[in-house]
């Protein structure tokens, strides 16, 4: 079965299509990149045809992917860094962008900013997205509220840093920006095979098919399997602390199978209860567990991926469920997409 596939960059102004933008294949197509563990989780960078209708101040570039004939978004990014580049064509732009986040962190605190005890931590941070031009968000509501009133925020702090750090307070991820530009904010949840999103065999004709070229590393070097965390807020009379142990007999790391508790101590400034503060605790436990084993591959590209999807891998000796910890896209036909993961559950 073959299928047909090309690509398209629109750009965008007040949320609709102005024109779009043209890249000479010769020179190379432009390339998607989306890292978890980056504050700013989506890029793209490549070459364009100059277009003088184009103001890359403040249009906003989504790249789309056609197959058979259906569209899908691959992104909304603002331009960061332009290069002005002259061939015997004519002018080209080198672009370097960034998804919406970089709006957040490129706002910054003009005065100390002030939220009195009692705020809600989502409608808090509802409020900073508005205030940066961001109204489009998709948001799992919180009861969590502050518990003291808070200035903890030089002037000059970035937006996206508070935001992000509201949010571990009541154990959240961090903020992400999907494919249509929408801002998600959403509690941690570990992975389990409930969350699988997608799944990708090396022998399972049904599901899609993995690269025949894989590779995997573990990682065992100095890994703790305890995790302590305190919270010395003055507010609080007696100072919280969490603590959570991998004890997981399929884990390398964990205590049974090391026979040793190699313990790290880490603090927060804020929380908005103990049960958010065991929350985190628990969280880098399981973030731990997923480099026991990372997997790189290649599959045929597609759209849909957010950042840290869960997917499921079909594989004789390196089956499992996996949490995405990057991905990569060319806006070539033919050329496939890179995923980096992350083994959470053997299976």
């Not at 009692?118 to 940066?132: D, F, K, M, P």
């Not at 590393?217 to 507010?235: I, Q």
């Not at 999807?309 to 469920?321: A, K, Q, T, V």
Request: net charge negative; glycine share 6%.
């Amino acid at each position: 079965m073959t299928r047909a596939v090309s690509y398209r960059l629109d750009v965008i102004r007040n949320g609709a299509c102005l024109t779009q933008l043209y890249w000479d294949a010769s020179s190379g197509a432009p390339t998607i990149d989306c890292r978890k563990d980056s504050s700013i989780k989506r890029s793209m960078s490549g070459t364009f045809i100059y277009n003088d209708a184009v103001d890359l101040f403040s249009d906003e570039l989504r790249p789309m992917m056609i197959i058979d004939g259906i569209e899908e978004a691959l992104g909304i990014y603002r331009p960061t860094t332009v290069l002005d580049t002259y061939t015997p064509y004519g002018k080209a732009w080198q672009i370097e962008a960034y998804d919406r986040s970089w709006i957040l962190s490129s706002v910054k605190t003009e005065s100390l900013l002030h939220l009195s005890a009692g705020t809600n931590y989502i409608e808090a941070i509802e409020q900073l997205l508005v205030s940066c031009g961001i109204a489009n968000a998709i948001i799992v509501a919180s009861d969590s509220e502050l518990t003291s009133d808070r200035e903890d925020w030089p002037i000059g702090t970035a937006y996206l840093d508070i935001i992000n750090a509201l949010l571990q307070e009541i154990n959240y991820k961090e903020i992400w920006f999907d494919a249509q530009g929408y801002a998600h904010l959403e509690p941690y949840a570990a992975p389990s095979a409930a969350s699988i999103l997608r799944q990708y065999s090396t022998r399972d004709m049904r599901r899609p098919s993995m690269g025949p070229e894989l590779s995997g590393m573990t990682d065992l070097y100095s890994a703790p399997n305890v995790f302590v965390v305190t919270c010395s807020n003055p507010d609080n009379s007696a100072g919280l602390r969490a603590v959570a142990v991998n004890d997981s007999p399929v884990s390398s790391k964990s205590t049974l199978r090391r026979g040793m508790r190699i313990t790290q101590v880490s603090s927060v400034n804020q929380t908005s209860s103990q049960e958010a503060l065991q929350g985190y605790a628990n969280r880098l436990r399981d973030e731990s567990l997923l480099s026991d084993y990372s997997l790189d591959f290649d599959i045929l590209a597609e759209h849909g991926h957010g950042v840290g999807d869960i997917i499921g891998i079909d594989h004789p000796e390196l089956g499992g469920i996996y949490e995405e910890q990057s991905w990569s896209l060319s806006l070539a036909a033919g050329e496939m997409m890179h995923i980096s993961a992350s083994r959470t559950v053997v299976i």
